[in-house]
């Protein structure tokens, strides 16, 4: 069950501009401490929007990736300065490079998971309000597609239910029964979804869309409490750059593995890094410990 938290409630543009920061340096930088602390954030943020059974869930895919992931690397990238074995074909296994397959994973697994919480807070009403001025047809598009993924889905499922009741669903029957099943509900549910859309067009074109210039109402407004979080989480990400671009923060997986060690510049660059990530808990806090002091006073 997707649960409504504080960080959700601030303006479209607060949210857009803290995904991208936390997003855009998880997948530049690798080093060690700033993956920990975002695939850390990320995947309690999943707990807190989707439930700890959702994550669960999500880890079964996530964790098998990236053991292959990282197998994968070692196999065909031999470069490193410390091998580990050899194979039958002469090539070596390095510590590098399994060093950087299992990163390189991490930082997969992280950035699946912001994009998770991304699809939560970042609803399709306000993406059209972010960007339906720059270029309406492509926020409409964009606002429809995220639309209607979860509406196909949802519409197979109830086929599928619906003919599972009279025999004929898609885990009834032999391979060949189940394979023919399948594919009705599939046929099924492609013929409703382009009866949809010439619905919806003709809906739209009878509403007059396209007609003059499109005009847009929200019930956003950005206010101080948007401003100040959006000046935190720009200050946070520009001193963690500041740390990485002067040399504080680094890692390096060949030829050798070198990363930067504890010090007073890594720290306060991961700090900051984490008072970013970790933004959206805070205010979850922030709204668990008001709503709690109003039931004492009550």
Known sequence: MIMKDAFSGLHPAVSFCFFAAVITLTMLYMHPALLAVSIIASASYVCILKGARHFLKTLLYLVPFALLMSLINALFDHAGVTPLFYLSNGNAITMEALTFG??????FCAVMLWFA????????????LLFGRLSPAVSLLI???LRFVPRFGQKIRSIDAARTQ?????AQGGFFRRLKNSMSVLSVTLTWALESSVTASNS?????????????FSVYRFDARDALTLAACFIAAGVTVACILS???????????????FGAVPAFGTAAFSLLCFAP????????????????VI
């Open 247 to 261: 040399g504080g923060i680094y890692a390096r997986y060949y030829p050798s593995i070198i990363v930067s060690g």
């Open 204 to 216: 739209m074109k009878s509403r007059g869309y396209g007609a003059a210039r499109r005009t847009s």
């Open 281 to 296: 808990h805070l205010f979850d806090a922030k709204e668990a410990l008001v709503w709690r002091r109003l039931r004492s």
């Open 102 to 107: 299992f990163f390189a994973s991490l930082m």
């Open 166 to 170: 009279i025999g004929m669903g898609s």
């Open 143 to 145: 606002s429809m597609s």
């Open 117 to 128: 919480c991304f699809n939560v807070i970042m609803t399709s009403d306000k993406l059209l």
